[in-house]
């Protein structure tokens, strides 16, 4: 029991180095940016009647999933061992995203409000994220989307993308920042 015990917190300890020395905040800080300031502007535009189209903000997405392959490629180079958990990890996000761009290639033509959706599901990975590496900043950060994401089920669609912004701030960047100060401290 106690060699199980300490392969299993092994485990764990080397995929914690691995996602800090792969600059797992970049991807936190990275997204966390991108879709604040997609939400916060569709927000504005449509609140504000500024643009007919406000959704098409969500376009800054395309370069920063570009930006996010290219960085995940090469870092990945740089992992001493990649084991089981770090596997999970990549898995657990990968399948996020497939459930996502399933969701929304069938539901954009529908005119269903996607935002509080895509906060659960962020919510999942983000929490799920957390638990993996036991680190509270992003299990919290994981609870705090879902609770985003129920206020944004029970407002108008286009105050869905303020609770979006809020979500996004505590799921993402304040988590995103303590793992980057936990980088910077150990690199």
Do not use: C
């Amino acid at each position: 029991n106690e060699e199980s015990i300490s392969l299993i917190t092994d485990m764990i300890s080397q995929t914690k180095q691995n996602l800090v020395r792969g600059g797992g905040s970049f991807y936190f800080l990275l997204w966390g940016w991108v879709v604040l300031v997609a939400n916060l502007g569709h927000y504005v535009m449509a609140k504000f009647d500024l643009y007919d189209a406000p959704y098409v903000i969500w376009m800054i997405t395309i370069p920063a999933f570009v930006v996010s392959f290219i960085y995940g490629a090469r870092n990945s180079r740089n992992k001493v061992i990649k084991g089981h958990l770090d596997r999970m990890y990549g898995l657990i996000w990968l399948a996020i995203f497939i459930a996502v761009i399933i969701i929304l290639g069938f539901t954009l033509q529908s005119g269903e409000d996607l935002n509080p959706i895509i906060l659960t599901f962020a919510g999942l990975g983000t929490f799920l994220s957390g638990n993996l590496l036991r680190f509270k900043p992003l299990i919290l950060g994981g609870i705090s989307l879902w609770i985003a994401s129920v206020i944004a089920f029970n407002i108008s669609p286009v105050d869905q993308y303020l609770a979006g912004t809020l979500g996004i701030l505590a799921g993402y960047l304040v988590p995103g920042y303590l793992l980057r100060k936990i980088e910077n401290e150990q690199f």
